[in-house]
């Protein structure tokens, strides 16, 4: 295998390296330093901008409100997408197919065109009879559903579900009791790891943010630009936080997923 | 109860129900605005589009960014999985490093690249008192293409790491015994085949550039010339509004990537059937 490598593929992946961290090694150094303007090296220790940063009561609002509007998104996107695709993905290649063409739908419409629509549709129109928080949380969904319909769509391949339906079917059980008494427990962790994931893209998505909540609800991505350009160490230190939340989770999903590979094989 | 052949339909109808509304209606109603204004003949957007060079140049723009950033993060991706292939203890940490990489884009990368390359920026100054000039201004384009870098490389590493282990094995033992070298195998057998995933994988990287709004506008505001900002700059904005022409843009960035991401599916297909 070593014999195939190319001599320039070690220094490609050092480039990685150095793209992927960089920036985040920039940013926890000046979250936790006094000053750094002066020379190539931060100066003076300080845990003061991460204590002030989560001493702040609009960070405190913005962080609450974005943890509660992303649940709930992810949350709609769980219950809707999941079930569209544990339902498709037992019984329909041909509503799979659909879902898999649905899940490429936010690449082509991005996140600011349907930012932009329903700003002018939801707000500008129908803004007296609709809720803001509601609007956020429905448009919010079709962008996390591709990840859910991958997680879970790589969760039941796994799982290789036909045999098991199969045997049911031999037994006597209807699909029903499968789907409850059988697959739902074993694809729980999944699911599990899946409204996590969902919750964190939710929670750190900026433009649906930014132009349709912007100036009546504020969300921490919105503040973390806004900050930058007052105190660019407070800034830092949000994103410290936000991003340290975002490992712990992501932590935990990889457990999950893991944990339920070994538990299923 | 047993799953009837209306099941899946019925499983689905609440998500396709969520789509149609918070996606398709506001697009479809927009774009609809957009042609019967021109239809009417009063007030057409394409005429804004066509007399005003700066809305042309920031379809290019993205084009261009897009392209460059794709064509770079395939090149250097690429070449990081075959490391990654060659080094399995590498993998969990690399994939740990790339995911963060590929997740730290937007506000946070706009802060750290202003904190290192920016006007006052400690690299670039640094560098400066070095005697070396950064041949890039971080708000132009080629600040642009390199906060791009920062997302892209590490999303191209992790999407290619699968698709690159996959030619691990027999057929690499196969080539090195019958003779080929690393350059002649990646020639003539490995980049053949993993050609339609550099495809596959080229046209999601160009459509995620594309999409980015997050890191231009906190880059550079609302003078990023690319479709992205200008798109939400026409309407949010309150000097320049002009709906109509953001509605023409969405609708030629709906068509660019659905072009580009159709095509590659098509010819990624096309090229796999000739594989086997």
């Known amino acids: ?265 | 109860m047993n799953l009837s052949k209306r099941a899946p339909w019925i499983a689905a109808a609440p998500l396709l129900l969520v789509v149609l509304l918070a996606v398709l209606l506001p697009f479809a109603w927009r774009s609809g605005g957009f042609l019967s204004d021109c239809l009417r003949g009063d007030e057409c957007a394409v005429h804004d589009l066509v007399a005003d060079g700066y809305y042309l140049k920031a379809v290019f723009n993205t084009i261009w960014i897009s392209a460059s950033s794709t064509l770079v993060a395939l090149a250097i991706g690429c070449a990081a999985a075959v490391a990654l292939a060659a080094q399995p203890s590498w993998r969990r940490a690399s994939s740990v490093l790339a995911n963060i990489g590929a997740n730290f884009a937007g506000v946070p990368l706009a802060l750290a690249l202003t904190l290192l390359f920016g006007v006052q920026g400690v690299l670039r100054q640094g560098l400066a008192s070095a005697g070396i000039a950064l041949p890039f201004d971080l708000e132009g384009n080629g600040g642009l293409l390199l906060a791009y870098l920062c997302f892209q490389v590490p999303l191209a590493t992790l999407m290619l790491a699968l698709p690159v282990q996959m030619l691990e094995g027999g057929l690499m033992d196969a080539a090195a015994t019958l003779g080929a070298g690393p350059v002649l195998f990646w020639r003539r057998v490995g980049l053949p085949l993993l050609l339609p995933s550099l495809i596959e994988v080229g046209s999601l990287l160009f459509a995620n550039a594309a999409a980015a709004y997050a890191t231009p506008f906190a880059l550079s505001g609302t003078s990023a010339n690319v479709l992205a900002v200008r798109i939400a700059a026409l309407v949010s904005g309150d000097i320049f509004s002009n709906p109509g022409l953001s509605s023409l843009l969405a609708l030629l960035m709906f068509a660019l990537l659905v072009l580009v991401i159709a095509g590659a599916n098509l010819i990624a297909r096309r090229l796999r059937r000739l594989d086997s």
């Open chain 1, 1 to 265: 295998m070593k014999r195939i490598g190319l001599p320039w593929s070690r220094l490609a992946l050092a480039l990685v390296a150095l793209l992927a961290v960089l920036p985040p090694v920039a940013v926890l150094l000046y979250a936790f330093s006094t000053r750094w303007d002066r020379s190539l090296l931060p100066e003076g220790a300080t845990w003061a901008w991460l204590v002030e940063v989560a001493r702040t009561p609009r960070v405190q609002s913005a962080v609450v409100q974005t943890l509660v509007l992303s649940l709930a998104s992810a949350t709609l996107t769980l219950l809707v997408g999941g079930t569209a695709t544990i339902v498709a993905r037992l019984t329909s290649p041909r509503v799979t197919a659909l879902l898999d063409t649905l899940s490429l739908l936010p690449y082509a419409i991005p996140p600011v065109v349907i930012a932009i629509g329903a700003l002018e549709l939801f707000v500008g129109r129908w803004g007296a009879w609709l809720d803001l928080r509601v609007v956020y949380v429905v448009v919010a969904a079709p962008l996390l559903f591709p990840l859910l319909h991958k997680t879970l769509g790589a969760a039941m391949r796994q799982l290789d579900v036909a045999p098991l339906m199969e045997a049911a079917h031999t037994l006597g059980a209807t699909d029903g009791f499968l789907l409850r008494r059988v697959l739902l427990p074993l694809l729980a962790p999944a699911l599990v790891a899946c409204l996590l994931l969902c919750w964190v893209t939710a929670a750190m998505e900026f433009a649906i943010a930014n132009l349709l909540l912007g100036g009546s609800i504020e969300m921490l991505q919105p503040l973390m630009n806004g900050m930058r350009g007052v105190n660019g160490h407070l800034s830092a230190a949000l994103v410290v936080l936000s991003f340290a939340v975002i490992t712990a989770i992501g932590l935990m999903v990889e457990g999950l997923m893991a944990w339920n590979s070994r538990r299923n094989s």
